[in-house]
């Protein structure tokens, strides 16, 4: 990309988007187009074509997609698959009408089976049944990985996918029951040390193990794939380091200075027991992760203290 180019990032209020605009901005990119939600919807064809039409743009990161926690998931599978099948079908379809030079969509590391093995390949994808908890937001994401997948090789487009493990930073949903793990987790325990709350009810048992990846780290990591990586398979972004949900707690109340206890309730579920992926792949084109859990953690903290 050039810092003339008109660069179109979709989902720019979000927590991946609003981190990838100033990603842009810290680089010397001010051409960074922005759909308005006001009176804009992502999810209308007719909405999508418009904006393309009156704005050209030659890049397009499509950061943009219904997701949460999950509860969310298996409370809405109607929303969690069919608004990310519309939202992503209209921009892909959209961009390839409109001439779009290159364009990045955002996958998750939820596409993978649920018995991977571990860490997990690229090359993972499709071997195995999902995880039941948020089945239909996978399929949504696999849906769209394919037709980038489709349009480069009946086309020819440079439409790549990207596919990040669990994703937290300063601007996500902070809720306790819609909210991703880590920043449910963080605003839970920082709650309740504010309120002085004896006690902090965190679901599942604790045991599972996750990777974690900063937003700002991963909006570092989609500039330099959408100016390096041109390849037809997806490409996982993380950090390769993987903890127990228990642990990450722990890690939060004591960088909240919290006194209370932690009470696991084993009666919800866990969802899938390991998830990590494997990032040879980014490495090898010289990319990896610059920030750690604390860091990450305390940044959060700080955008809390300043916002909520």
Request: hydrophobic share 35%; net charge neutral; aromatic share 12%.
């Amino acid at each position: 990309m050039d810092s003339e180019n008109k660069i179109y990032v979709a989902g720019n209020t979000g927590l991946v988007g609003s981190a990838i605009v100033r990603k842009l901005k810290e680089n010397g990119y001010s051409n960074i187009i922005s759909s308005p939600r006001s009176n804009f919807d992502l999810k209308s064809q007719y909405d999508v074509e418009k904006f393309f039409n009156i704005n050209r743009p030659d890049y397009v990161f499509l950061a943009a997609a219904r997701c949460g926690g999950i509860f969310d998931n298996i409370n809405y599978p109607v929303d969690y698959l069919l608004d990310n099948l519309n939202i992503q079908n209209n921009i892909i379809s959209t961009a390839y009408k409109y001439e779009v030079k290159k364009l990045m969509f955002f996958a998750s590391s939820c596409i993978f089976p649920k018995e991977s093995l571990q860490p997990i390949k690229e090359e993972y994808l499709l071997t195995g049944p999902l995880e039941p908890t948020n089945e239909y937001y996978s399929i949504a994401k696999i849906a769209g990985i394919k037709l980038c997948e489709a349009y480069r090789k009946q086309y020819g487009c440079n439409f790549i996918s990207v596919n990040p493990c669990n994703v937290y930073g300063p601007g996500d949903k902070f809720d306790p029951l819609k909210g991703h793990v880590m920043s449910s987790l963080i605003y839970k325990i920082w709650k309740a040390h504010k309120e002085n709350q004896s006690d902090v009810i965190c679901f599942g048992d604790g045991s599972p193990e996750r990777e974690f990846i900063h937003v700002d780290d991963l909006a570092d990591a989609s500039l330099f794939l959408m100016n390096s990586y041109n390849e037809h398979g997806i490409i996982n972004i993380g950090t390769g380091i993987d903890y127990t949900i228990k642990k990450i707690a722990e890690t939060i109340k004591e960088l909240v200075g919290y006194s209370g206890n932690l009470v696991w309730d084993t009666t919800k579920p866990n969802g899938m027991l390991k998830k990590v992926l494997d990032v040879s792949k980014l490495n090898s084109f010289g990319w990896r992760s610059k920030i750690n859990l604390n860091t990450g953690i305390e940044s959060v903290l700080n955008y809390l203290e300043k916002n909520i």
